[in-house]
């Protein structure tokens, strides 16, 4: 029993971080109805300067909000670059292009920060005793302290959204784009908006992510994809749907690896599958709304 | 009728390919006289081939430091790349069948090309038991590539099922999932009696043919300095393996399933209500093109001698490197992928010396922040002439602006100078190429949708001027009414 509140504790940190990255994708995706295939890079580049920050003296606070600040500014300048002027060419253009800002941004952090891990200290406290007990689990404060960052932003998500005037129309231009215009939305400003808070965020997550995983240039590229089947699964314009998505995969990675000994090297089939089925039979995801298209 | 009907009354261009959605110049000609279609004869190839693939082949072996004609030796390692160059060239065929042409955009192709590369050297390595073929189970390299095309294709087939009820985003990130699931499936170890593990396959060497043929005692010996050299005998198979995909590809393409697929790109259901089958036409292209891209794999892995499941190309990037490759190249142009992989590999050479060599780093970060420094202030000054009457009728408006304008240039050069803080403490130009071909895609996905191939015939076509020829002299006017005749 012990074991098993521990292995929940770890899903649940990890699901914190997949359903941080899996808001993330869903701010864009509301906004603009992309999948930002860059979100994790950009994430981790933001933890490398969070890392230099670091060892240049300032608090690790100070350098988790500046990594976000950067983050917001580099999700921002993609958005007003390089994905808005194809927009409305066909679908492709926009991904193929994303993919290069992945690719980039990628290997930029490779090319000024090298290939050997970096270390980015936690901002909960990690020394071998700073856990407590649950029964005889023993439960790290690092995780609960991953799974209160979490509520944080979406308490704050969910005030910006729902109890401000730009939350307002952010949530106007995820509607419906030319009436947000009408109305006097500067829909272009919103969508800059939106992005760069889903840059802060994923800049987020990678911070959080860093200090326990290592911070290499691959930091994000497994968690980029168990959060993107985690926001598909929770449905892709749902917030909701992307929190419980992501703590649902996070769950579920952590009891395949600690109960299901066959499956536990071959999680991405499993996502494959995960992935697939909900696709297919349900391809608005638990909480998202259903499409109707009219053809 | 799916079969898209303009084989008579299309003025065929030059090398007679009309296919591409950017350069259908149809219409009957004036006044009903038939359509001069070039005939190309043997001696029309020959001119081609001498006026231009003889210097292309010159530049090509002279860009990768092949310069056993002129003296001095052949250069291996340069070999080595244009054999590299032709088999990611037969990876990305694959790859713009699926996404040129039939417009399903897929990020997984380098799981198929990890397939056909484990193919071969499971097959040659006799690690499965094979009773009918092979002796003890020991395969000759040269069969493993129909068997590593049969398994991609099947593979392929499984994968385009889903695929059907897929577009966009959604078909993107299942394929960049099914890159890692493949990967996972490779690296496990229940399988590693077949797969290696973790550790992979190590073959042995593969060792060429002596002769690329010996006809009748007319002997080619694969290498040019007389010694047999794999990296040439892979230029020779791949380049011809390349050759005859390209021929194939054109020749589907003008064949009712090709006009079937373009029809599926360009419009899902116009093409369904003329009659395309979508479920088949897609599910016959993603079987065709894992077919194409294995065939590279195959080649890629007898070529290596060795696989295991890090193989960069196998992986994630390998998956960008192959869109790269289709979107430099051209997405849907026959010569994409050729044009685009021997760029690929070329520019991915170049960025790989200069990040090794030990560069003056100080000089190429100033330039960076010169170039960084430069580009910020033609933004702000460009953002400023443009809204200077705002910021002066409204001055509260144009104040933030500006100011948001100013304060995010600063943190753009704060940004530079903290990268320029972590290059302090060891970083090496790792990454240069990787950062040249996103940018390109970048680049490419805005200015250049049609790629190299396109963009180039774009502008050639400026240059064509169509002439009817006499009816007496065209050989359409001499065949039977009704029936079209083209030549080729």
Known sequence: MSLFIQRMFDGLAEGSIYALLALALVVIFRSTGQLNFAQGEIGT???????????????????????????????????????????NRNPGAVIVALIGVFLAVNQLSAMFWGVDARSLPSLFPTNADSFFRIGDAAIRWERVGIIGVLAVVVVLLFLLFNRTKIGLAMRAVANNQESSNLVGIRVGNILILGW??????????????????????????????????????????????????????????????????????????????????????RPAGLFGTEKVERV | MSDVHHEGDSVTLDDGEVEMATEVVSGKSAGGLPVFTPQHGALHWLGRVLVFALPLAYLLMRVFGVTGIVGGGWSNSGLGLLADAFIIAIAVMGVNLITGYTGQLSIGHSAFFAI????????????????????????????????????????????????????????????????????????????????????????????????????????????????????????????????????????????????AMVATRDNELAAEVMGVNLSVI????????????????????LKLGLVDADVPLFGLFGAITLLVAMVVGGAAQNWGPMVGAVFYVFVNEIARSIGEAP?????????????????????????????????????????????????????????????????????????????IFGVLLILFARFVPFGAVGTFRIFRSRFVQIIPKPPSESRAAKAPEGVQVQGR
Not at chain 2, 122 to 146: C, Y
Not at chain 2, 366 to 377: D, E, F, S
């Open chain 1, 45 to 87: 580049l933001c933890a490398f300067f969070a890392s230099t920050f670091t060892l240049s003296g300032l608090p690790v606070w100070v350098a988790i909000l500046l990594a976000m600040a950067i983050g917001f500014l580099i999700a921002a300048f993609v958005e007003r670059v390089v994905v808005r002027p194809i927009e």
């Open chain 2, 282 to 301: 897609k599910t016959v292209a993603f079987g065709l093109s894992g077919a194409i891209t294995g065939i590279g794999g195959a080649l890629f892995g």
């Open chain 2, 359 to 435: 560069a003056d780093y100080e000089a190429v970060f100033t330039i960076t922040l010169i170039v960084l420094v430069a580009v910020v202030m033609v933004v702000v000054a460009r953002y400023v002439m443009q809204h200077r009457n705002d910021i002066r009728a409204n001055v509260s408006n144009g104040a933030w602006k500006a100011v948001l304008v100013v304060v995010g240039s600063m943190s753009a050069l704060v940004a530079a100078g903290v990268m320029l803080l972590g290059i302090s403490d060891g970083g090496k130009l790792d990454g240069l190429g990787g950062v």
């Open chain 2, 116 to 259: 056909g590369a484990y193919t071969g050297l499971v097959l040659t390595q006799g690690r499965v038991s094979t009773p009918f073929f092979g002796d003890e189970n020991v395969w000759d390299p040269g069969w493993t590539i129909p068997v590593a095309a049969a398994l991609c294709f099947l593979v392929g087939c499984v994968v385009g099922l889903p695929a059907l009820r897929l577009k966009g985003i959604y078909l993107a990130l299942t394929t960049l999932v099914f890159v890692e699931a493949v990967r996972s499936i490779l690296k496990y170890e229940k399988f590693e009696d077949v797969t290696g593990g973790a550790t992979g396959i190590k073959g042995d060497k593969y060792t060429p043919p002596e002769y690329v043929f010996d006809f009748f005692g007319i002997k080619l010996p694969t290498g040019l300095d007389g010694r047999a050299d794999l990296n040439q005998w892979m230029i020779y198979l791949s380049l011809a393996l390349l050759l005859f995909i390209m021929l194939m590809v054109s020749g589907i393409m003008r064949s009712r399933i090709g006009r």
């Open chain 1, 196 to 281: 760069g808070l889903a840059g802060a965020i994923g800049a987020l997550a990678a911070v959080m992510l860093a200090p326990s995983a290592g911070l290499t240039g691959t930091l994000m590229l497994g968690p980029f994809l168990y959060a993107s089947v985690a926001a598909v699964l929770g449905g892709l314009d749902s917030p909701v749907g992307a929190v419980v998505g992501g703590l649902l995969i996070g769950l579920l990675k952590a009891f395949l690896i600690g109960y299901v000994d066959f499956l536990s090297d071959m999680l991405f089939p499993v996502m494959l599958v995960v992935l697939l089925s909900v696709l297919l039979f």
